[in-house]
């Protein structure tokens, strides 16, 4: 069984920054990738941002030099800072890692979700 334990979201006016933990446990054997995605109501869940063990990054055009993604191997954790919030950001957040497990299997989890909203 594997786990993504997701912290950080909430509520911040525009202009604001927050920043997002994840941290995974379980049954791994190796983690490949991590990364964030997001969905609006009515919309489709979305690549923000995903970083390699090796530490290549992958961002959405809308997100390009405001956030900045992160990772720590040693606690299977990924970071997502957040920094001048728009409206537009408003979102559920979502953890993501894509890895191998003890039989080499390729898998992928996601975690719960967290709110983030941003207000005008």
Not at 56 to 73: E, H, L, P
């Amino acid at each position: 069984q594997v786990q993504l334990v997701e912290s950080g979201g909430g509520l911040v006016q525009a202009g604001g920054s927050l920043r997002l933990s994840c941290a995974a446990s379980g049954n791994i054997f190796r983690i490949n990738a991590m990364g964030w995605y997001r969905q609006a109501p009515g919309k489709q869940r979305d690549l923000v941002a995903d970083i390699t063990s090796g530490g290549s990054t992958n961002y959405a055009d809308s997100v390009k030099g405001r956030f900045t993604i992160s990772n720590d191997n040693a606690k299977n954790t990924v970071y997502l800072q957040m920094s001048s919030l728009k409206p537009e950001d408003t979102a559920v957040y979502y953890c993501n890692a894509r890895g191998q497990n003890w039989r080499l299997k390729y898998e992928n989890y996601w975690g719960q979700g967290t709110q983030v909203t941003v207000s005008s």
